[in-house]
């Protein structure tokens, strides 16, 4: 099978996987080359494929994953940050270590609240929203469906 065959199918592949986990951005790292894939809101079934040839680094464990979907409701101040992707739910980068955030804490547009890992990638989840930590609705460790409610937040 020559390479550009190859690659097309890598990359209808690598789509299949972005639409059914609805995972917004996947780079992938292979044999010095690196295929990344990026879905825009402009257009949300055709993603930017931005290729390189030549050496790259080992793939990094840990990525930054699609933002944190975050929902308002009108009558209250509370905010709920779900999930943006299926995988297993983390409160800390490692098991030994502080969890990212506990109730009561304040956070902001960049704050990493938890870790999503999801085949095998760490993926660091940001609040995307400002507001003070009033409860997390997952426990370390616990599968996480798309959508799911992960923390609720009291807007400041």
Do not use: W
């Amino acid at each position: 099978m020559n390479d550009e065959k190859r690659i097309k199918e890598l990359l209808v592949q690598l789509i299949d996987l972005m639409n059914e986990n609805d995972i917004a951005e996947l780079e992938v790292e292979e044999k010095g080359s690196r295929i990344r894939l990026r879905k825009t809101e402009k257009q949300p079934e055709k993603p930017v494929i931005i290729s390189s040839p030549g050496p790259a680094p080992q793939m990094a464990a840990e990525q930054t994953a699609p933002a944190a979907r975050v929902e308002q409701p009108p009558a209250d101040h509370r905010l709920t940050i779900k999930s943006p992707m299926v995988g297993t739910f983390y409160r800390s980068p490692s098991p030994d270590a502080e969890p990212f955030i506990e109730p009561g804490d304040v956070v902001n547009e960049e704050s990493v609240v938890c870790i999503i890992e999801a085949m095998k990638v760490m993926n660091e989840i940001k609040s995307e929203c400002q507001g003070t930590v009033k409860e997390i609705l997952v426990s370390n460790g616990e599968p996480v469906e798309y959508g799911q409610p992960l923390f609720l937040l009291e807007q400041v």
